[in-house]
């Protein structure tokens, strides 16, 4: 064999490896979590969405008005509440399993709505489904049922139509 080629074939094949790496590197915080703009204003997405995590079997466990927080401290920032939501029958899945619960760390499941400076309203989590493949067996299908059930409360949340629950 060609002692060039092979020279030339092992170098592409590392160039390959590394710009896949620079490539998977960069992408990945936008792989990692969803963003969504929301049609309505920042307290009409907010009821819409406290209404239809109750509807969807879910619990709002707490809200962390951020906005609220930093301004305590001198801060000013735009509309920012993080919400900590739970499913208890996935939850005691996961927690009653001992090797399972080294993801507790990702519990309670968090979504966040705020306003950004072009002054529209935004809806952010973490893509629970993509997270879970690594760990796979009972972790992965978990959190990827309670992904699958989050993502019909968001979806209910950004249409149009929604209308927030008194």
């Known amino acids: 064999m060609n002692k060039k080629l092979v020279i030339v074939g092992a170098s592409a094949l590392v ?11 960069y992408s ?3 792989m990692m979590m969803m963003e969504d703009r929301s049609p309505h204003d920042f307290a009409t997405t907010v009821a819409i969405f406290e209404h239809e995590v109750r509807e969807g079997g879910w619990s709002v466990l707490t809200t962390h008005d951020m906005q609220q ?4 401290h001198g801060h000013e920032v735009d509309a920012v509440k993080i919400f900590e939501l739970c499913s208890s029958k996935y939850s005691a899945e996961i927690l009653t399993l001992d090797d399972e619960r ?7 499941c968090r979504v966040a709505i705020y306003e950004k400076s ?4 935004y809806i952010t989590r973490m893509n629970s489904q993509l997270m879970a493949k690594p760990f796979g067996g009972v972790i992965a299908s978990v959190m990827d049922k309670a992904a699958v059930e989050t993502e019909v409360v968001i979806s209910r949340v950004l249409s149009p139509s929604a209308v927030a629950q008194q």
């Open 15 to 25: 160039l390959g490896v590394l710009l896949t790496a620079v490539v998977g590197f």
């Open 28 to 30: 990945m915080p936008s």
């Open 69 to 72: 927080v930093l301004a305590g």
């Open 102 to 108: 080294i993801v507790s760390p990702l519990m309670p």
């Open 118 to 121: 072009n002054g529209h309203t």
